[in-house]
């Protein structure tokens, strides 16, 4: 059986199915970063080399995107998964999902909170909610999963099972306790990134650390990874974007 063929028999999402439902992430992004003079934290250290595409190249950053996605149509295309489904419904499915995880994931975060019975939640400043800036905010989003469930998330885990496998430990187990290291700690750096001693390192400003604020952080990573091990790339980042567009708007659970 082929590499591919493991993964999908072992359950993993495809991440090219997923990239293509996040494209339209990517894209409000783009046009929401006509009215602004930065770019999100994330996307900069994701796509570190684009930082010489800006300004009147700018294009060429979407002549990427599309072109990405074109490698994840020939990558996915051809396939339909056990329901028969083809690409199209399968992308669309996952688009759906990521409402619906959007929606649910307020409501979540709060009675976790509770049960937690962690500090109260600061109030944040309300956010800006021109179209611009929604766009901004819900096209920030996949680059965040891009950052910390794609990279940060299985860098953590293949270092873990690594080191567990050098231990002598027995590969089930090894594969078990790399995902829960991997989960927890992906969802800890998604938190730091939010402070300012992290944002300072990117020559911007972050928020002050509070615990109920950081345990609400950390515990959204964690839900947010184990959507994106569930469901995969485009789900968590549809999730994310949803969430985000709704706080914008100051939508209250």
Partial sequence: MS????????GIPDLGLGYLAALPLFGAYELGQTAAQTRAPAERIVAHLLSLFEGRLQWLRV??????ALLAVL??????DAAGRGLFRRTGRAVAEGWLAGFLL??????????????????APPAERSLAACLRLMGAA????????????????LAARRIILFLGLATPLASGLAELGALVGSAFLFAWFHLDSAQRLLANVGEPYHGGLFL??????IL????????????????????????????RA
């Fill in 3 to 10: 590499e591919r063929g493991a993964a999908r028999a072992e």
């Fill in 63 to 68: 002549a990427l995107l599309l072109g990405l």
């Fill in 75 to 80: 990558h996915a295309g051809r396939e339909r």
């Fill in 106 to 123: 307020g409501p979540l975060l709060l009675f976790l909170h509770g049960w937690l019975a962690a500090e109260p939640l600061v109030v």
């Fill in 142 to 157: 996949p680059w965040e999963e891009l950052l910390f469930r794609v990279g940060a998330y299985g860098a953590l885990f």
């Fill in 216 to 221: 609400w952080r950390v515990t959204a990573g």
């Fill in 224 to 251: 947010l990874g184990a959507l994106f091990r569930w469901r995969g790339f485009g789900v968590a980042a549809w999730a994310h974007g949803v969430f985000n567009l709704g706080v914008a708007l100051g939508i």
